[in-house]
């Protein structure tokens, strides 16, 4: 029994007494309250910090409270369906759509766990009903939502948590937070950032004389949260569902209209699926239609050709033209045509074919070229090894790669393994060899085998997770259609300049390689030991240089005053932060950002000329590639929406050398192409934009990328683990005063 309280002060002060004498202190123990507060304590504990939604723009440091409305219909069929689901497993209608509303919100964030506040009236009591006054409290409503859990498992996990919920619902929301006390911030509220309000009251009807009244919903132009969803259910005459009227508030701070207006179809989506088929996994509810994807025009694929065929494509008509500058020495195309051919002639002769592999221990030079140029020509692969690698490094690339032939000089041998059949390109006895040999071209009949777009044209090793580099073998098939696509996005002439800077063993030389190459232009090679700074300024002045390729944390060394010659810059490899584009765009010079795994040729994705005023994106798919951002369970994910980056087409990799089973984890079958097609995870987290262009979002497992390096810590964990006394170490990289990234190692 309750006592019954004459109170003549605040409906909040008589409430407060009401609540001690009937429910007790909230300090004091063995008071219901007091239980009821340690329920949410246990039942919020450890609570996700914020909700991450798809928002337009960043998060405002302080809380912006201006918002906006987007109304729209839920039909009367779904209404119905989702009624009579409703019923059929002892829920609400608050409850089903609670459940609904979850599975949006879970969707759109990439998160399980999704908590949703929720007003309730505060008269927990009915003798608090005749009290006039504002009485209104807050519930913050917890649910698990599983991908893998059809909806009638959530609904009933929803139904249990409500019902709880609903049981300890006498605890101010304030007292909640401060038991739990979260990591305050003033750019969102606490526990919760997503609301749900269900409007089961009637409506009243108001009948006066001669006056018609109508009740109208006032537009707010507040949100006190980032999304908050209000309904109301509406019946006919007979008291049949008739379709709900939804709307949801939004900060406008944080999320144009447009994206709003995707939320509500998706979430009409959600509803008419769990209404029509509540036993699929909810994680496997289409949100993507078509009018939801945005389409580019993809550019006619240039014709599939042999990297060799490529090589010497745009240089026929004009073989006197300059190809290579190293220092004050240089090589027309002429003399690079048929010193390749003499030393292509050299490795056929050691049975180097299509399918063999040669590795090439050179540091940057003409050397390097001409051996790229001539393992191409003899049909084999080249695996490019920095000599200034670690000696076991480039020992496990030479014997894991099967090279056939090491290529290498007087200098570096001496990290050529002892077995290798090693070719010292200056040794006096090479060099007479190779002037006895003819330059003239190849023919096919020279060749061990016939060659295919299928066979490897070169491998490049990356790291590994078990702390071991994987080679990563990529055959011709994408080659053109990247040739190509740098000549024409980086508006490459034959009169152009292009540098060489990039390591070896970095793929980006490749693309240095061909954006000379493909339009016939001449490639200044820099010196190995020009790693930035005032160096390599002076030389992309000094040499002319016209046109290069700089990862993002070399390119911040630069200073661009005064490179007035350099017509176009491109980087990637790591994130490109938006200061450096306004540092380098100009009147004269455009900057392109390019993304892409060793393991689709380079680069799966390219920009436009940036703007200083525009985000910092990766751009569009290139020539010859698809890109794909799914979810965990391969489902496509709304514009807007993180998940992970997949890239499909001719320009994938065959595959991990001598790593069967990582190829098949990694290399996977293509759910929207034709049968034994592949698309490639790159373990990256992107979205689309509404431009149609991809948004970096940072890696989803444990590599990072450090100077455009890909690397992966537990390689170096593995390292570290090896040395005598460490027990344990951990790697993680570290940011400071806004400087570049380092990797540190701990080590017990």
């Given at each position: 029994a309750y006592e019954i309280i004459k109170c003549d002060w605040s409906s909040d002060v008589c409430s407060s007494i009401w609540q001690e004498r009937a429910l007790g202190r909230i300090d004091e123990a063995d008071s219901t309250l007091a239980g009821q507060l340690e329920y949410w304590t246990r039942q919020l504990a450890s609570v996700p910090e914020l909700l991450a939604l798809p928002a337009d723009r960043p998060r405002p440091r302080v809380q912006d409270l201006s918002g906006g409305v987007v109304r729209f219909d839920i039909d009367a069929g779904i209404h119905r369906r989702l009624s009579e689901t409703?019923?059929?497993?002892?829920?609400?209608?608050?409850?089903?759509?609670?459940?609904?509303?979850?599975?949006?919100?879970?969707?759109?964030?990439?998160?399980?766990?999704?908590?949703?506040?929720?007003?309730?009236?505060?008269?927990g009591n009915a003798l608090l009903d005749p009290m006039v006054g504002m009485f209104v409290g807050t519930l913050v409503l917890r649910a698990d939502v599983d991908p893998a859990a059809s909806f009638t498992d959530l609904l009933a996990r929803v139904r249990s948590t409500d019902l709880d919920a609903?049981?300890?619902?006498?605890?101010?929301?304030?007292?909640?937070?401060?038991?739990?006390?979260?990591?305050?911030?003033?750019?969102?509220?606490?526990?919760?950032?997503?609301?749900?309000?269900?409007?089961?009251?009637?409506?009243?009807?108001?009948?006066?004389?001669?006056?018609?009244?109508?009740?109208?919903?006032?537009?707010?132009?507040?949100?006190?949260?980032?999304?908050?969803?209000?309904?109301?259910?509406?019946?006919?005459?007979?008291?049949?569902?008739?379709?709900?009227?939804?709307?949801?508030?939004?900060?406008?701070?944080?999320?144009?209209?447009?994206?709003?207006?995707?939320?509500?179809?998706?979430?009409?989506?959600?509803?008419?699926?769990?209404?029509?088929?509540?036993?699929?996994?909810?994680?496997?509810?289409?949100?993507?239609?078509?009018?939801?994807?945005?389409?580019?025009?993809?550019?006619?694929?240039?014709?599939?050709?042999?990297?060799?065929?490529?090589?010497?494509?745009?240089?026929?008509?004009?073989?006197?033209?300059?190809?290579?500058?190293?220092?004050?020495?240089?090589l027309?195309?002429?003399?690079?045509?048929?010193?390749?051919?003499?030393?292509?002639?050299?490795?056929?002769?050691?049975?180097?074919?299509?399918?063999?592999?040669?590795?090439?221990?050179?540091?940057?030079?003409?050397?390097?070229?001409?051996?790229?140029?001539?393992?191409?020509?003899?049909?084999?692969?080249?695996?490019p090894v920095d000599p200034a690698y670690p000696v076991d490094r480039v020992h496990h690339m030479i014997n894991d790669s099967g090279a056939g032939v090491v290529l290498t000089t007087a200098e570096h041998v001496g990290v050529v393994p002892d077995e290798a059949d090693a070719v010292l390109l200056d040794q006096a006895k090479t060099l007479a060899t190779l002037e006895q040999i003819g330059d003239q071209r190849i023919g096919a009949s020279e060749l061990l085998a016939a060659v295919s777009l299928d066979n490897p044209a070169y491998v490049i090793y990356t790291s590994g997770s078990t702390g071991v580099p994987k080679g990563v073998m990529v055959t011709h098939r994408g080659l053109s259609a990247l040739a190509e696509q740098e000549r024409s996005r980086f508006r490459v002439e034959s009169t152009s300049r292009t540098l060489h800077f990039s390591s070896p063993s970095f793929d980006a030389s490749i693309l240095e390689l061909l954006m000379a190459v493909g339009a016939g232009a001449t490639m200044v090679i820099a010196p190995p030991s020009i790693i930035g700074?005032?160096?390599?300024?002076?030389?992309?002045?000094?040499?002319?240089?016209t046109h290069a390729f700089i990862t993002p944390a070399a390119l911040a060394t630069v200073d661009p005053s005064g490179l007035n010659e350099l017509v176009c810059i491109g980087t990637g490899g790591d994130v490109c932060p938006p200061d450096l584009v306004a540092a380098w765009v100009s009147d004269h010079r455009i900057m392109i950002n390019a993304y892409g795994p060793t393991e689709s040729t380079v680069v799966a994705s390219i920009t436009e000329p940036m703007s200083p005023t525009d985000r910092v994106t990766i751009g569009r798919p290139s020539t010859g590639i698809s890109a794909w951002v799914l979810d965990n369970r391969l489902h496509r994910v709304p514009v807007g929406v993180t998940g992970e980056l997949y890239v499909s087409g001719d320009g994938l990799a065959r595959g991990y050398r001598n790593r069967a089973g990582t190829t098949a984890e990694r290399f996977v079958p293509n759910p929207a192409g034709s049968a034994g097609t592949r698309m490639y995870r790159t373990g990256d987290l992107a979205r689309w934009n509404k431009n149609g262009e991809l948004e970096y979002q940072g890696r989803g497992d444990f590599q990072v990328k450090i100077r455009g390096f890909r690397i992966e810590l537990g390689e170096i964990e593995a390292v570290l683990a090896r040395y005598p006394g460490v027990a344990h170490s951990v790697v993680t990289t570290l940011e400071r005063d806004g400087g570049a990234a380092r990797i540190v190692g701990y080590v017990v």
């Amino acid at each position: 029994a309750y006592e019954i309280i004459k109170c003549d002060w605040s409906s909040d002060v008589c409430s407060s007494i009401w609540q001690e004498r009937a429910l007790g202190r909230i300090d004091e123990a063995d008071s219901t309250l007091a239980g009821q507060l340690e329920y949410w304590t246990r039942q919020l504990a450890s609570v996700p910090e914020l909700l991450a939604l798809p928002a337009d723009r960043p998060r405002p440091r302080v809380q912006d409270l201006s918002g906006g409305v987007v109304r729209f219909d839920i039909d009367a069929g779904i209404h119905r369906r989702l009624s009579e689901t409703a019923i059929e497993h002892r829920s609400s209608m608050f409850m089903a759509v609670h459940a609904a509303y979850a599975v949006l919100v879970a969707r759109l964030s990439g998160m399980e766990d999704i908590t949703i506040g929720s007003p309730i009236a505060g008269r927990g009591n009915a003798l608090l009903d005749p009290m006039v006054g504002m009485f209104v409290g807050t519930l913050v409503l917890r649910a698990d939502v599983d991908p893998a859990a059809s909806f009638t498992d959530l609904l009933a996990r929803v139904r249990s948590t409500d019902l709880d919920a609903f049981a300890h619902a006498d605890v101010p929301f304030e007292r909640v937070v401060d038991a739990l006390a979260p990591e305050r911030s003033t750019s969102h509220s606490p526990l919760f950032q997503v609301m749900l309000e269900f409007k089961n009251t009637t409506r009243p009807a108001v009948s006066l004389t001669d006056l018609d009244v109508e009740v109208l919903e006032l537009e707010s132009a507040v949100s006190n949260f980032d999304l908050q969803l209000t309904l109301a259910e509406t019946f006919d005459d007979d008291g049949r569902p008739a379709g709900i009227e939804a709307g949801f508030t939004y900060a406008s701070a944080l999320f144009d209209e447009s994206t709003v207006e995707g939320f509500a179809r998706y979430l009409v989506r959600i509803l008419g699926a769990v209404t029509e088929s509540p036993h699929t996994p909810v994680g496997d509810i289409d949100l993507v239609s078509d009018l939801d994807t945005i389409r580019a025009v993809a550019p006619e694929l240039p014709e599939q050709v042999h990297f060799s065929t490529l090589l010497e494509r745009k240089y026929v008509d004009e073989p006197q033209r300059t190809a290579l500058i190293f220092g004050d020495r240089h090589l027309t195309y002429s003399d690079l045509d048929h010193r390749a051919n003499r030393l292509a002639r050299l490795l056929i002769s050691r049975g180097v074919g299509p399918e063999s592999v040669v590795a090439l221990a050179l540091p940057r030079s003409l050397e390097s070229v001409v051996a790229i140029w001539a393992v191409a020509r003899s049909g084999a692969a080249f695996v490019p090894v920095d000599p200034a690698y670690p000696v076991d490094r480039v020992h496990h690339m030479i014997n894991d790669s099967g090279a056939g032939v090491v290529l290498t000089t007087a200098e570096h041998v001496g990290v050529v393994p002892d077995e290798a059949d090693a070719v010292l390109l200056d040794q006096a006895k090479t060099l007479a060899t190779l002037e006895q040999i003819g330059d003239q071209r190849i023919g096919a009949s020279e060749l061990l085998a016939a060659v295919s777009l299928d066979n490897p044209a070169y491998v490049i090793y990356t790291s590994g997770s078990t702390g071991v580099p994987k080679g990563v073998m990529v055959t011709h098939r994408g080659l053109s259609a990247l040739a190509e696509q740098e000549r024409s996005r980086f508006r490459v002439e034959s009169t152009s300049r292009t540098l060489h800077f990039s390591s070896p063993s970095f793929d980006a030389s490749i693309l240095e390689l061909l954006m000379a190459v493909g339009a016939g232009a001449t490639m200044v090679i820099a010196p190995p030991s020009i790693i930035g700074g005032t160096e390599l300024t002076s030389l992309i002045a000094d040499q002319h240089v016209t046109h290069a390729f700089i990862t993002p944390a070399a390119l911040a060394t630069v200073d661009p005053s005064g490179l007035n010659e350099l017509v176009c810059i491109g980087t990637g490899g790591d994130v490109c932060p938006p200061d450096l584009v306004a540092a380098w765009v100009s009147d004269h010079r455009i900057m392109i950002n390019a993304y892409g795994p060793t393991e689709s040729t380079v680069v799966a994705s390219i920009t436009e000329p940036m703007s200083p005023t525009d985000r910092v994106t990766i751009g569009r798919p290139s020539t010859g590639i698809s890109a794909w951002v799914l979810d965990n369970r391969l489902h496509r994910v709304p514009v807007g929406v993180t998940g992970e980056l997949y890239v499909s087409g001719d320009g994938l990799a065959r595959g991990y050398r001598n790593r069967a089973g990582t190829t098949a984890e990694r290399f996977v079958p293509n759910p929207a192409g034709s049968a034994g097609t592949r698309m490639y995870r790159t373990g990256d987290l992107a979205r689309w934009n509404k431009n149609g262009e991809l948004e970096y979002q940072g890696r989803g497992d444990f590599q990072v990328k450090i100077r455009g390096f890909r690397i992966e810590l537990g390689e170096i964990e593995a390292v570290l683990a090896r040395y005598p006394g460490v027990a344990h170490s951990v790697v993680t990289t570290l940011e400071r005063d806004g400087g570049a990234a380092r990797i540190v190692g701990y080590v017990v």
